[in-house]
T-cell receptor, first 113, second 109 residues
């Protein structure tokens, strides 16, 4: 069966520091991968998605970036964090198709101080 | 903007069926209805999805009206662990999976 991992689970970082969040998927090949952010008490906002290695689409312009160095690895990065980057970051995977269902990881809670 | 309307909150007694409604009056013919739930501080969990026929799996049943303008998610025997925010989403690949505010279901003993 397929599983998705995210780490770290929680992170407290100072403003201006770099960020690297990692997501890996097991049990499937060539998945679509997604990064979402959820602000406190709000819905999910799609940040990036990838349909293959090295292929990244950005949905929201910001100081975050994403990379997909391997088929089942998706990384969310920032060179300098802002206070507004605080939130719950979720990675998801899916297999392309009309009935594409996305499956989410456990999330990383980021607090920027 | 979400294409669905859900009540902000609902209560259900433990052991009883929980019926969560969703209005999607502008749904188009090729859009699917998806349901997810999010337990506090966890990632959203996929529950079920459907196009026009009613669907059932080990977690829940999905009832879609004949005109497809609304649907109901049914948890047949709610437990305390079913307390969560439930999201109804209408989309067709490759559109975004757009989560609205959802319904906060509280299962009470």
């Amino acid at each position: 069966s397929q599983t998705i991992h995210q780490w770290p689970a929680t992170l407290v970082q100072p403003v201006g520091s770099p960020l690297s969040l990692e997501c890996t998927v097991e049990g499937t090949s060539n998945p679509n991968l997604y990064w979402y952010r959820q602000a406190a008490g709000r819905g999910l906002q799609l940040l990036f998605y990838s349909v293959g290695i090295g292929q990244i689409s950005s949905e929201v312009p910001q100081n975050l970036s994403a990379s997909r160095p391997q088929d089942r690895q998706f990384i969310l990065s920032s060179k300098k964090l802002l206070l507004s980057d605080s939130g719950f970051y979720l990675c998801a995977w899916s297999v392309s198709g009309i009935q594409e269902t996305q499956y989410f990881g456990p999330g990383t809670r980021l607090l920027v101080l | 903007d979400a294409k669905t309307t859900q009540p902000p909150s609902m209560d259900c007694a433990e052991g009883r069926a929980a019926n969560l409604p969703c209005n999607h009056s502008t749904i188009s013919g090729n859009e699917y209805v998806y349901w997810y739930r999010q337990i506090h501080s966890q990632g959203p969990q996929y529950i079920i999805h459907g196009l026009k026929n009613n669907e059932t799996n080990e977690m829940a049943s999905l009832i879609i009206t004949e005109d497809r303008k609304s649907s109901t998610l049914i948890l047949p025997h709610a437990t305390l662990r079913d307390t969560a925010v439930y999201y109804c989403i209408v989309r067709v690949f490759p559109e975004d999976m757009r989560f609205g505010a959802g319904t906060r279901l509280t299962v009470k003993p």
